[in-house]
């Protein structure tokens, strides 16, 4: 079985790549420790708290309170099982390009101006990257701002045409 977000890696494996790339091109590392007890990983409560702070901080208010709910209720723990009958197998592809799309943007802002990399990272160890909860904040979030750049668009080609 794979992934929700990035449909060729292990369940097991984090839903977006472990490492990001910053703006620089220079790999960023994430400032946590994940920790492994009997086969089961987790993360230091400063970076879970942190991640959790930042992603209801700076998301918009529409895809805040999926986050909300995703954050209080914690993962399936199916490893994206729920999602996949949630959202249907045939939409799997286009949810993972739009979430990915979003999430990436995510990571580098967190990174470079907060300071707190390595949120794909905390997704993939905590499994809030396979809830459903979570993917549809993303998704509500990435139509959010695909609607806004649209309008950005338009309105410079209204005003270059002026």
Not at 106 to 113: D, G, K, S
């Amino acid at each position: 079985m794979s992934s929700i977000i990035s449909p060729n890696r292990p369940v097991s494996a984090s839903l977006l790549p472990l490492t990001a790339v910053g703006m620089s091109g220079k790999t960023l590392a994430a400032p946590f420790v994940a920790r492994q007890n009997q086969g089961v990983a987790g993360v230091e409560a400063h970076a879970d708290a942190a991640f959790r702070n930042l992603l209801l901080t700076f998301a918009p208010p529409g895809p805040r309170k999926h986050f909300l709910d995703g954050l209080r209720n914690g993962p399936q723990g199916d490893h994206g099982a729920h999602a996949r009958r949630y959202f249907g197998e045939d939409k799997i592809q286009a949810i993972s390009e739009q979430a990915s799309a979003l999430v990436d943007l995510v990571e580098v802002a967190f990174a470079t101006r907060c300071g707190r990399p390595g949120f794909k990272r905390w997704l993939g160890i905590t499994d809030f990257g396979n809830d459903y909860r979570m993917i549809k904040g993303f998704i509500v979030w990435a139509e959010m701002k695909r609607a806004d750049d649209a309008k950005r668009a338009a309105e410079a080609s209204d005003a270059a045409s002026v």
